[in-house]
């Protein structure tokens, strides 16, 4: 970031860093959230349900310290404010829609032998009964992202978006958004509806839970595309900053 060496980063560079930028504070408040979300989990035994609100709480403040360091902690007065919480916002949907993914996975990634009636009536029913707040997360992502997209494009650069190198990965990132957002309606309207059909006609469903679990692991790759284009977001500077 200094445009120094590597080797001369020294421990006041690095202190500095820590403990006198904005940058530097948000970086402790992710890594104290994260150690007591770590503890949570490592002892939330004790006391699940208190566990869960606990880990849910720690992980929205290590979701929402990485809002300032980034383009969106760089507005000012009441634009920077709104451009702050569309960030924030962002990225709790996003955590939300990639958390379920995970979930699904875990239930879903099993061995065929370890598949169990049970496990397949969860399997119709999480996808199900996520699509409500799965609306709700796609209608918070589409409307924070057009915010930032208002604030660090601008509407004179809109259609200018292919001629430079943050508007190439915005668009592959809009590109990989649209195709998981197109495999989330296939399970929600296809694939969890024909695995209710068969497990509910008798028939063995492994056909249509192996179609479901090809598109879940598809849209978790798609997710991990968007996450790696933001990362390279995050270091190009966008137009509106040219």
């Known amino acids: 970031m200094a445009g120094s060496a590597f080797i001369a980063v020294d421990s006041a560079t690095i202190d500095a860093m820590i403990f006198e930028t904005p940058m530097g504070s948000a970086w402790q408040v992710r890594m104290t959230a994260l150690a007591l979300l770590l503890a949570t ?23 929402a310290s990485l809002a300032w360091t980034g383009h969106g902690a760089a507005g000012e007065g009441d634009g920077g404010r709104l ?25 879903l990634g099993r061995r065929v032998i370890d598949i ?31 915010i930032s997209v208002w604030m660090l494009v601008g509407p004179d650069h809109v259609f200018d978006l292919l001629n430079n190198e943050y508007g190439q990965f915005l668009v592959a990132k809009l590109l990989l958004f649209a195709a998981m ?46 996450m790696a284009a933001v990362a390279w977001l995050g270091t190009l500077a966008p137009p509106m900053a040219m």
């Open 41 to 63: 989990v490592l002892f939330g035994y004790l006391q699940q349900r208190l566990s869960r609100l606990l880990a849910t709480a720690f992980t929205a403040a290590a979701l």
């Open 83 to 107: 451009q702050l919480g569309a960030d924030v916002t962002h990225l709790f949907a996003a955590g939300a829609w990639i958390g379920a993914l995970a979930a699904l996975l875990q239930l």
């Open 116 to 146: 169990t009636p049970a496990v397949m009536i969860v399997a119709h029913q999480a996808p199900d009964r996520f699509a409500i707040a799965g609306t709700v997360i796609v209608a918070l992502l589409a409307g924070t992202g057009l």
């Open 181 to 226: 957002l197109g495999l989330a309606a296939s399970n929600r309207f296809r694939l969890t509806p024909a695995l209710a059909r068969q497990i509910g006609s008798g028939v063995e469903p492994a056909a249509a839970l192996a179609a479901l679990r090809r598109s879940i692991f598809a849209e978790a790759a798609l997710a991990a595309g968007i």
